[in-house]
Each structure stands twice: as structure tokens, then as C-alpha cells.
């Protein structure tokens, strides 16, 4: 029987065919967030995810199909909403996110969203050109629209207030954080700020998103921002 | 293709977009399934502005009058929308299937957690 929650923070993993990787995750950041509800969210995974995650002790989320990181993610947020979370990290079953660094996520203070940016720090990472080159490009427009710069626009590493996971769990439309998800968050008046993380390589396996195909996800990205500026304006609460 | 016919395709591809991209503000559209149709309504602008791309068309593929070829487009486009659709329906059939079973199968973990009614240890 889970006991009552030790603090108002939940973290959220979502993982697909983790089983290798989640171990190490699960026991970092519970190492650095002793106190936090830690809660995994299996998207379908055809290897043992789930067992290994309940038996490092966290709460898990199995969907019955496969939905893609935006589903789990914002599964991870019906499930904060439902018990009364107020402060979520999210942050990839893969072992990419460096648990070390949710202290840095956490100490920023009145902002809906704070994003993890792995190329804020001094650390260089590796990124395939075309990737890189999106990353830049789309970032650009999201900081147009926020106006601030986004560095790392689809970084899935972030810590969320109470306010931001409410509306997340309502309005969700997309497979992927990235600059629509952060043109939606700013139309709906939500607050964002960036600040250093450290990102590792994978551990083992395959990347969590597979390449898409430069040009379809160009396409997809424009017509999701597109379609995200000639919505009305989302409401909050 | 007379200038008439040019105009109306112009205007039917622009009207086409609008209404394909105001279903997906809607949210009655997935983004994922509009491409292709924004892709016809791209493909029919072009096909309305650039006349001798219709016309290389129309002798690629062997036909005699301009007609042909737009037919014979819109024929393919209509064979590969709906094998896109087939195999969407496909997808989803199998994850109602997994769903459904999965219900089954938490109902009855459910119903053994819960006990015999009436018997249950529950304090109240």
C-alpha cells in the first residue's frame, strides 16, 4: 500500500523498453530527491520496464499501447493532477538527463516552466548537423515568440509548477516537446525560463526518438506552429 | 487547359488549404493526417500555375488530352488516401483490441483485489 506522499514533488520518467537504463535513473534521482514520488510511465514497452521500475520502487504507469513520449508525458501529468502534486521534473528514462542537475531545475523560482538546457553549460554534446540545425532554427521562432532565447527547445528535462501541469494535462496535442509546445505554453500565459543541465549519451540501446525525416518534420513543425498561433488563445484553470 | 479551368483549380487548391488548416485549428483534423491533403492542395496549385509540367505529365504517362492527366491524378491521389486510411484503421483496431483486453484483465484483478461482496475486511 503506497504510503502518503512525502513531499509535493513528483517526477515523472517516462520510458519505452528501458528495462537496461531505468534502473540507474530511478536510483540518481532518488539519491538527489529522497522525499519525491518518483512515477514511470510505460509506454508500452514489450520488455520487463514496468517490473524494473516497480522494483526500484517507483509507481508506474503502464499504457496498454504504445502512444508516443507526448502521451506518457502528459499521462505523468494526469496522474500529478489527480494526486495533488504541485511540483513536477520530468525527465527521460534513458539515462540521458543527469539526475544531478533537477537541484538546478527546482531553485529557479516563480516560473511556470523551467527547461533544462544542456548547451547553457560549458559541456559540448554531439548532435547530428541536420538535428542541430532544426534545434537552432526552431528555437529561434520559439524565442521570437517568447521572447527569450530557447537554447534547447526540445529539451525534455523541466521542472513544472502546479499551474503548468493542470494545463498540460488538458492540452497536450503534441508527440514531442519542442517549439509549439513552447509557443502553446506562451499563448496560454505561462512563464518560462531556461537554465544549465547536464545531459549524458545514452546509456545502452537505441535513442528514445528516432530520426525523422528532415524535411516531414520541418513540414510538421511549421504547421503545428502554424495551427498553434491562429488558435484562440488557451485559458488556464 | 483553357485559362477558366486554370482559374477555378487556382482557387479551389487555395480554398482547399484554407479548409484543410482551419479543421486542424479546430482540432477536428489531426495534424498527422492533414499532410496529405495538404500536399494534394499543393500539388493542384501547381499543377494550375505551371501548365507545361501538366503537359509532360500527359505524355509520360501515355495520355492524350490534358483531361486525362488530372483524372488520372486524382484517382491516385484517391487510391493512396485511402490505403493511408486502411492502415490508419488497421492501427487503431489493434490498440481498441489491446485496450479492451487490458480492461478484461484489470477488471478482474480489480474484482479479486475487492473480494466477495458483502465479505470484504473493509473498515468503514
Given at each position: 500500500m503506497e504510503t502518503?506522499?512525502?513531499?509535493?514533488?513528483l517526477i515523472v520518467i517516462p520510458a519505452f523498453n528501458e528495462e537496461k537504463n531505468l534502473p540507474a535513473v530511478i536510483v540518481e534521482t532518488r539519491a538527489v530527491e529522497p522525499d519525491?514520488?518518483?512515477?514511470?510511465v510505460d509506454d508500452g514497452s514489450t520488455d520487463g520496464t514496468a517490473e524494473v521500475a516497480r522494483s526500484h520502487g517507483a509507481r508506474v504507469l503502464s499504457l496498454a499501447v504504445n502512444l508516443g513520449y507526448g502521451a506518457a508525458l502528459q499521462?505523468?501529468?494526469l496522474f500529478a493532477v489527480r494526486e495533488g502534486f504541485e511540483r513536477v521534473v520530468i525527465l527521460d528514462g534513458d539515462g540521458q538527463h543527469d539526475p544531478g542537475s533537477i537541484g538546478r531545475l527546482l531553485e529557479v523560482d516563480g516560473v511556470d516552466v523551467v527547461r533544462g538546457s544542456r548547451f547553457l553549460g560549458t559541456a559540448r554534446y554531439r548532435i547530428p548537423l541536420a538535428r542541430?540545425?532544426?534545434?537552432?532554427?526552431f528555437g529561434r521562432v520559439a524565442g521570437l515568440f517568447t521572447g527569450e532565447p530557447v537554447t534547447d527547445v526540445t529539451s525534455g528535462f523541466q521542472a513544472l509548477?502546479?499551474?503548468a501541469v493542470r494545463f498540460l494535462a488538458e492540452n497536450y496535442p503534441t508527440d514531442y516537446p519542442d517549439a509549439d509546445t513552447v509557443i502553446l505554453m506562451k499563448r496560454a500565459g505561462l512563464t518560462q525560463e531556461e537554465v544549465p543541465v547536464a545531459m549524458r549519451e545514452r546509456l545502452s540501446g537505441a535513442p528514445m526518438v528516432s530520426p525523422t525525416r528532415s524535411f516531414y518534420y520541418v513540414f510538421k513543425m511549421c504547421l503545428s506552429i502554424l495551427v498553434t498561433l491562429l488558435r484562440e488563445k488557451p485559458r488556464i484553470d | 487547359?483553357?485559362?477558366r479551368i486554370r482559374a477555378m483549380a487556382l482557387i479551389l487548391s487555395v480554398v482547399l488549404l484554407l479548409v484543410i488548416i482551419d479543421l486542424v485549428r479546430k482540432r477536428k483534423l489531426r495534424e498527422e493526417y492533414s499532410w496529405l491533403w495538404i500536399v494534394t492542395g499543393v500539388a493542384i496549385f501547381i499543377a494550375a500555375v505551371w501548365q507545361s509540367l501538366v503537359v509532360w505529365v500527359t505524355e509520360l504517362i501515355?495520355?492524350?488530352?490534358i483531361v486525362s492527366t488530372l483524372f488520372f491524378g486524382a484517382l491516385m491521389f484517391?487510391?493512396?488516401?485511402?490505403i493511408h486510411f486502411s492502415t490508419k484503421v488497421s492501427q487503431l483496431s489493434e490498440q481498441v483490441k489491446k485496450l479492451t483486453q487490458q480492461t478484461a484483465l484489470l477488471s478482474e484483478e480489480l474484482e479479486r483485489v475487492k473480494g466477495p461482496r458483502n465479505a470484504g475486511a473493509v473498515e468503514r
Open positions: 502518503a506522499k512525502k513531499s509535493n514533488l519525491a514520488t518518483i512515477v514511470v499521462t505523468g501529468f542541430r540545425i532544426g534545434m537552432v532554427l509548477n502546479g499551474r | 487547359m483553357n485559362p501515355g495520355a492524350k488530352i484517391l487510391t493512396v488516401i485511402s
